[in-house]
């Protein structure tokens, strides 16, 4: 007891503490789309509610936001990479997750951004191949039409 009310007040004297809330991740980024985005393009809201409808929620939308950590964040990226998703639609995920969860971390819900601690998958570029000199008339005759 003595220990937990120790780190109570320092968490208190530096300014840190964080009030107990059951707030989920899911809770959050529904307020977080009402609050935040009303201002966005109609499109961006549009893909924002898709990328957490059919991303986020299912995936880390049951967690408490305050014990929503990294490892949980990097699990799940690294399973959507797993499934098949390109590394750029996972950095379009987590772009989204990021922001909502800076904005969470603004509004004091939470000590520090978990998206700020994790690695997305690097991307890969396509090799790009040339057409040969074989294959550039043909080419020019098929766009003729």
């Known amino acids: 007891v003595r220990k937990q009310l120790t780190k109570l007040t320092k968490a208190i004297d530096e300014g840190t503490y964080q009030e107990p809330n059951k707030l989920t991740v899911g809770q959050w980024l529904d307020n977080w789309l009402i609050t935040y985005c009303h201002n966005l393009k109609p499109l961006t809201q549009s893909s924002y509610k898709v990328v ?53 971390f603004k509004e004091m819900l939470i000590p520090f951004n978990p998206c700020d601690h994790v690695t997305l998958p690097k991307k890969v570029r396509k090799e790009i191949k040339p057409l040969s000199d074989s294959e550039i008339p043909l080419f020019l005759e098929a766009i003729k039409s």
């Open 52 to 104: 957490i409808n059919k991303h986020l929620l299912p995936n880390i939308g049951g967690i408490k936001l305050q014990d929503l950590r990294p490892i949980h964040i990097q699990k799940f990226y690294n399973d959507l990479v797993d499934s098949g998703y390109s590394p750029k639609t996972v950095s379009n995920i987590g772009g989204v997750l990021g922001k909502a969860l800076s904005d969470a």
